[in-house]
């Protein structure tokens, strides 16, 4: 075979990739995603937020160019200098496209139609450099950053690993600056804190450049070793699993109480956040992930738990203060705490998820969406109506919520240390419902019902208890989340339950890995503790404008690329890529054993 | 009285009546097949059994008591077990799984159970188990040992019939109802699954109605044969009687043009 030439490419196909990845920038420009996370430093001075989204387009639309589909059968293309040509040629395009807006930019002024218009985007765009630099710079960063791109695929599979390793060590360290800076602060290595991030945030270059160098080290000196722990653990004897198993719960348990207290005020809210979050994706996991019901209405329950425990322990609640009905008839029950409440608010979410399950239940898929979404809205303006108002606050709330009172402290807003402990005792409870009915008779029947539901029937199981189990389990653990929230915020307001609750928390559950436990949580702790839930900020706070747009952006390529989620469901994962499966199934040999089944496979 | 008595049953799917005034009974006991050509309304008949349709009309009685009206799970509860023509396995589930999962209406553990392992969960898993790993050794070991734990969708076509009627079996049906069981077998794998269909009458005790196009097969099981032609009784009997029956034979060679 002869070497291919640098200009074997398809340049039509490298520029409009590369025309795709400047109106790309260019609309991160407009809506003010790239200035905005200009403020946050990654590597001072080197790398922003903002750069990194700008820099990262050419470089994926290098990528994209330079690949070449292999069909089944085909020879894999040879590498080389062709996919940098063809990298190049795309970033070149984008980057080209950049400068004429960059002219666009200096010479119209759109500023009172688009915010973002202005002199700080034609800055950050042309790297300082003014209009004329702006050009010949954009077009220049775009086609080295297209060639790297394309370089990708001429790299072994080995460096390219080893590269990623150290790409996210370092953004790791950038962007868990919070908690790393917290914890050495907290054990006494404030200078190494110093040392490592600059003043105006952001590593400075030379720990950058040394974290690099360890990763590079770990990545090197570990090869392999990942996968080989895997294997022992997997070849081992059931009371030795056991056993590992048992010390990592242990380390575990140590961690989640030892972090904590490392760590200030801030960073511990954000970790108690997450936690009413992983509580929230676990549950809405039964529901969708496990029994296959698209509940889009699910933040109804989280409404009804917190509002349940406002209603139960707040002295001043409403309807103890007002002459309503309600008072006349419940005036006698005293004011609760927490721990008492909790059982009653359970029992009510359980209840409501139960009267909502059963008439929704029999429907199937949009329908059951589009009802569920109905429902979690019609609880919404319930609490919000001016007929439940003398009773439940209306707009106004419920305010001064007690907190947790455990003895020996308690458990409020003020103290989110204290509050990540209690989401974590729920959070630990939380999983081991949710294993052991996935694991039960009902678990099974969940799954039979989601891969086949009258098949399932016909073999004996009730669909509509079975179904209406999994939804009340999930209203369990929503109410959960939304006790804990209540003693946390102490105030309850409708606005706090938006339908973009429960799309954020179906995003986390998608992304993470829908019906697998440790990918459900890996989701909310990735997304909620980065980007922040609705109304929560993450570690990077920058992004809280832009949210939705990355949820959207991110669920959509979760959607096209990796449908099975982070942290996939084995069995998810074969249902969604069923062909591979059998394929390597097969080259396992995991072929027939016995003739007969030669003779039919 | 018979285990399933089928009286004037009728259905129509828009304007073709698929099943027209059937009658037809199962004593406790007996291995009753279904022949009848292609379209003849056979599966159908199993579907109006087991629940997935209703009969416009008529009544199916099952120990006497009708079963119309009544849901697929409870009518599996009630005792009727069945397997599927085109192989509707739970793919994704594991071999045990899909054996486990069938015991559902025979089993009751639902949250509390399982949340604090009681002894009766606990007793219960263990029974399930058994009982899957009882009824999956009918077959040799075909689906045992390592297979257990692998996903059905890896199974060969024989297997996976194997695993239906397994799974039928699980629901500890009085009336064990196969539509097609050796459909996509070679003759070496049909006789094998003859010889079993026998001892699912001896060792297990159940009563059988099988569907079938293999004749060797209805030959060497059935105690009677039940021939559908248009959804209608066109034959019963022995296999000797049906098999010479003129109507039988014109319905498998078709009329003559001047017949109709
Ligand atoms: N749900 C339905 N809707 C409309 N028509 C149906 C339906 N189910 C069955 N039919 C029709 O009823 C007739 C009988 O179908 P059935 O599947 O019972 O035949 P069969 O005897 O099982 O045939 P085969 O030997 O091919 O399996 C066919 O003409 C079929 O098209
Ligand atoms: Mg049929």
Redesign the interface.
């Known amino acids: 075979m002869s070497t291919r030439s640098a200009t074997d490419i398809d340049p039509k196909h490298s520029v409009s990739v590369g025309l795709i990845a400047g109106i790309s920038i260019i609309f991160m420009g407009l809506v003010g995603l790239a200035v905005g996370l200009n403020e946050r430093i990654l590597i001072d001075p080197i790398l922003s937020l903002g750069y990194l989204f700008l820099l990262a387009v050419p470089l994926g639309a290098g990528y994209i160019a330079a690949n070449e589909t292999v069909l089944e059968g085909m020879q894999a293309p040879e590498k080389g200098t062709r996919d940098i040509v063809a990298g190049a040629l795309a970033g070149l395009a984008g980057g080209a496209m950049v400068g004429l807006f960059l002219i666009l930019l200096d010479t119209v002024d759109l500023s009172e139609k688009m915010p973002a218009w202005g002199d700080r985007l034609l800055d950050m765009l042309s790297f300082n450099q003014g209009v004329g630099g702006g050009v010949v710079v954009a077009a220049l960063v775009g086609t080295v950053l297209g060639a790297l791109g394309g370089a990708i695929h001429v790299l072994k599979d080995e460096p390219r690993r080893v590269i990623k390793i150290v790409i996210i060590s370092v953004l790791s360290f950038a962007i868990l600056e919070a908690i790393v800076d917290d914890v050495l602060g907290e054990i006494g290595l404030k200078p190494v804190a110093k040392f490592l991030y600059s003043k105006s945030g952001g590593l400075s270059v030379l720990p950058a450049i040394l974290v690099g160098i360890v990763a590079l080290g770990f990545a090197i000196g570990f090869k392999g070793k990942g996968d080989e722990l895997k294997t022992r653990y997997d070849t081992m004897e059931e009371a030795e699993r056991k056993q590992v198993n048992k010390y990592a719960l242990i380390a575990v348990v140590v961690a989640a109480v030892v972090l904590p207290m490392l760590l200030g005020k801030i960073v511990n809210e954000l970790l108690a956040n997450v936690g009413l979050f992983v509580l929230l994706a676990l549950g809405l996991n039964i529901v969708v992930g496990r029994a296959g019901i698209l509940d889009i209405g699910y933040v109804a329950f989280f409404a009804v738990g917190a509002y349940g425990m406002a209603v139960l322990t707040t002295p001043e609640a409403p309807w103890r203060i007002n002459d309503t009905l309600v008072h006349d008839i419940f005036g006698w029950l005293p004011v609760l705490p927490w721990l008492v409440a909790l059982p009653i608010v359970v029992v009510m979410t359980g209840f409501v998820g139960l009267l909502i399950g059963t008439p929704v239940i029999r429907m199937r898929g949009d329908y059951l969406a589009i009802v569920t979404l109905g429902f979690g809205e019609i609880i919404r303006l319930l609490f919000l109506s001016d007929w439940l108002s003398p009773t439940l606050g209306g707009s106004q709330g419920i305010r001064n919520i007690p907190g947790v009172n455990v003895g020996v402290t308690e458990i409020n807003g003020t103290k989110p240390q204290y509050v990540f402990y209690l989401v974590a005792v729920f959070v630990a409870i939380a999983i081991y419902i949710s294993h052991q009915m996935e694991t039960s008779r009902i678990g099974r029947a969940w799954m039979a019902i989601r891969e086949d539901e009258p098949v399932a029937e016909a073999m004996g199981i009730n669909t509509v208890t079975t179904k209406l189990i999994a939804f009340v389990t999930g209203a369990v653990l929503a109410s959960f989340s939304g006790a804990i929230f209540a003693a946390k915020v102490g105030s309850t307001f409708p606005n706090s339950f938006l339908l973009l609750v429960s799309i954020i928390i179906l995003v986390v559950v998608i992304v993470g890995g829908m019906g697998n436990i440790p990918g459900v949580i890996l989701g909310a702790v990735v997304l909620i503790g980065i980007l922040g839930g609705p109304k929560q900020p993450g570690l990077l706070a920058e992004f809280s404008q832009f949210k939705l747009l990355i949820y959207g952006a991110l669920l959509v390529f979760m959607m096209l690329k990796k449908p099975e989620g982070l942290l996939p469901n084995a069995a998810r994962t074969r249902e969604l890529h069923i062909d591979e499966a059998l394929q390597d199934a097969w080259l396992k040999g995991d072929k027939p054993s016995s003739e007969d089944e030669v003779a039919t496979a | 009285m018979s285990l399933l008595d089928i009286n004037n049953v009728t259905i129509t799917f828009g304007g073709l009546t698929a099943i027209d005034d059937l009658n037809f009974h199962v004593d406790e006991g007996e291995i009753v097949s279904v022949i009848g050509p292609n379209g003849a309304g056979k599966t159908t008949f199993f579907n109006l059994i087991?629940?997935?349709s209703t009969p416009d009309s008529g009544e199916i009685l099952l120990d006497g008591e009708s079963l119309i009206g009544l849901?697929?799970?409870e009518i599996?509860?009630r005792g009727v077990g069945?397997t599927?023509q085109n192989v509707?396995l739970?793919?994704?589930?594991t071999i045990l799984?899909n054996v486990?999962?069938?015991?559902?209406?025979?089993?009751n553990?639902?949250?509390l159970?399982?949340?604090f392992?009681t002894k009766a969960?606990k007793e219960?898993?263990a029974l399930?188990r058994k009982n899957a790993e009882e009824v999956l050794g009918f077959f040799g070991t075909?689906l045992t040992g390592y297979r257990l734990n692998?996903?059905a969708?890896?199974l060969?076509?024989?297997?996976r019939r194997r695993l239906e009627i397994a799974?039928a079996m699980a629901?500890q049906p009085r009336l064990l109802m196969l539509d097609e069981p050796v459909a996509?077998?070679?003759p070496?794998?049909t006789a094998e699954l003859t010889e079993l269909i026998g001892k699912l009458r001896s060792e297990w005790g159940f009563t059988i109605v099988i569907i079938e196009h293999d004749m060797r097969l209805v030959r060497d099981v059935s105690d009677r044969v039940v021939v559908l032609d248009h959804g209608e009784t066109i034959a019963q009997g022995s296999y000797e009687h049906v098999s010479t029956h003129p109507d039988v034979i014109e319905a498998y060679l078709g009329r003559s043009a001047g017949d109709k």
Not at chain 2, 90 to 93: A, E, K, N, V
């Open positions: 087991t629940g997935l849901d697929p799970n599996t509860a069945r599927f509707r739970f793919p994704q589930m799984e486990m999962v069938a015991q559902h209406c025979r089993t553990q639902k949250v159970g399982p949340i392992r969960y219960e898993e399930i075909r692998q996903p969708f890896v060969s076509y024989a297997n799974r629901t996509g077998m070679n070496m794998e």
